[in-house]
């Protein structure tokens, strides 16, 4: 597959940190639309078989999203 070159838009130089990142937002926002084309890294897929045999090897060491979020945001009001 033969990639053409596209060039960052002039106005990107000049334009502030939080503009940058709110354009390259954009962008991510747009290849995001079609999820199906984004390629997932061979590292990404390795991680999550290896955490999906570590749960079907003990199932009850999981915590509902409940339980984790509370946990979180007691720690995040003791600092």
């Not at 000049?14 to 890294?41: C, F, H, K, M």
């Not at 079907?56 to 060491?61: E, I, V, Y």
């Amino acid at each position: 597959m033969s990639l053409t070159k596209i060039s960052v838009p002039r106005e990107f130089a000049g334009a502030s940190t939080e503009q940058r990142v709110a354009y390259v937002q954009e962008l991510w926002d747009e290849i995001a639309r079609y999820p199906e084309n984004v390629p997932i890294p061979e590292s990404h897929i390795r991680e999550l078989e290896a955490r999906l045999a570590e749960h079907k090897a003990d199932p009850a060491a999981a915590l509902p999203w409940s339980e984790v979020r509370q946990r979180l945001l007691n720690k995040l009001q003791e600092s």
